[in-house]
């Protein structure tokens, strides 16, 4: 069996701490997105008393049902 060294075990932790890293940024640009979204529909309402105007385009064919919503 091969031994690890300490070089080895650092580059393993840097490249851990990178993942962990990009994967925040990654939700933190999706939670932005989110918002941002959230926002420019709340702008598009009008008058305040219409339902919130949050357009759905998903597409759920892969859950075997062909509509789009």
């Not at 490249?15 to 962990?20: L, M, Q």
């Amino acid at each position: 069996m091969a031994q690890f060294k300490d070089t080895d075990k650092t580059s393993v932790e840097q490249t851990s701490a990178n993942h962990d890293k990009a994967e925040q940024e990654r939700q933190e640009k999706h939670r932005q997105h989110l918002e941002d979204l959230l926002d420019e529909a709340l702008q598009e309402t009008f008058p305040a008393s219409d339902p919130t105007s949050i357009p759905c385009t998903r597409d759920r064919s892969s859950s075997g049902d062909n509509r789009k919503v």
